[in-house]
């Protein structure tokens, strides 16, 4: 069986130059132009069932797509810890450029790794087997390691894909393909 994966990234948020992951930010006064967009793009969806992340950026475009989406932390962004809600520019160059060296491995002080992030949204993605097509209100971070891990794209080189806000990404595929190695 196939299962058709389509990914949604949330709307454009009310913050610049701030690290955030799994905080809570507001979103943009574009929400209902952009809620409109993404409907149109998923017209075509038909039957699905919908899950989302617990971000309230995500839940409120899921409330608009689908009130009965199922939240799952598995698709909640990165989780940046003692850097979430800090100015890019406060956590420090040195900082910054030491994790990005080997940001798949390294975690930001009491946060994850993105290789532990993509272990999350793995073990997600076979959950996903049993159902025909999937749509996920989602982050960029999540959108990015499901597409490099769906697509055998090491997770080194995964953030040459940016997926952008209100952007719908689709994949038919057979569960085979999910693996970390």
Not at 157 to 177: C, I, M, N, T
Request: aromatic share 8%; charged share 20%; proline share 4%.
């Amino acid at each position: 069986m196939t299962t058709e994966l389509i990914l949604v990234r949330h709307t454009r948020v009310a913050v610049a130059g701030m690290c955030y992951g799994r905080m809570d930010v507001p979103l943009a006064d574009s929400f209902d132009a952009e809620v409109s967009q993404v409907k149109a793009q998923l017209a075509d969806a038909g039957e699905a069932v919908y899950f989302t992340s617990p971000a309230q950026r995500c839940l409120a475009l899921a409330q608009h797509l689908a009130p009965n989406a199922k939240m799952d932390a598995r698709v909640a962004e990165m989780d940046f810890g003692a850097w979430e809600g800090m100015a890019w520019d406060a956590i420090g160059e040195p900082a910054i450029s030491a994790w990005a060296n080997d940001f798949v491995n390294l975690q930001p002080p009491q946060g994850e790794s993105y290789l532990q992030m993509a272990q999350r949204v793995s073990a997600f993605l076979e959950d996903m087997a049993q159902h025909e097509r999937v749509v996920v209100v989602t982050h960029a971070g999540v959108i990015r390691a499901a597409h490099a891990l769906l697509n055998a794209i090491p997770l080194a080189d995964s953030f040459a894909f940016q997926p952008e806000f209100g952007g719908v990404y689709r994949h038919k595929l057979g569960w085979s393909q999910v693996d970390l190695n």
